[in-house]
């Protein structure tokens, strides 16, 4: 069974930061391209950032100089880090697993709400 657990949301001040991860289990984890996504209230979810299975990272371009994606193989983790958070950031972001043909996989969620 596949299982993506998204951690490290909360409530932070505008300017803070938070670190998010996404611990995977059931799939190659070094075979998949990680993603993280994000849904305010009202509006679509989009992509935030991805990393293929290469390291191979790219990023929405309101979050590039402030948002950082890695993964660890070893631990079948991925990271989303973020810096110099907005009121606009606030979401729920959602771990993402890709790998060619279609395989697809999605966890919870977890709320990131920035505020002061």
């Known amino acids: 069974q596949v299982q993506l657990v998204e951690s490290g949301g909360g409530l932070v001040q505008p300017g803070g930061s938070l670190r998010l991860s996404c611990a995977a289990s059931?799939?190659?984890?070094?075979?998949?391209?990680m993603g993280w996504y994000r849904q305010a209230p009202g509006k679509q979810r989009e992509l935030v950032a991805t990393i293929s299975s290469r390291g191979d990272k790219s990023y929405e371009d309101s979050v590039k100089g402030r948002f950082t994606i890695s993964r660890e193989n070893a631990k079948s983790t991925a990271y989303l880090q973020m810096n110099s958070l907005k009121a606009d950031d606030t979401a729920v972001y959602y771990c993402?697993?890709?790998?060619?043909?279609?395989?697809?996989?999605w966890g919870q969620g977890t709320q990131v709400t920035v505020s002061s």
């Open positions: 993402n697993a890709k790998m060619w043909p279609s395989y697809i996989y």
């Open positions: 059931g799939i190659i984890f070094s075979s998949y391209t």
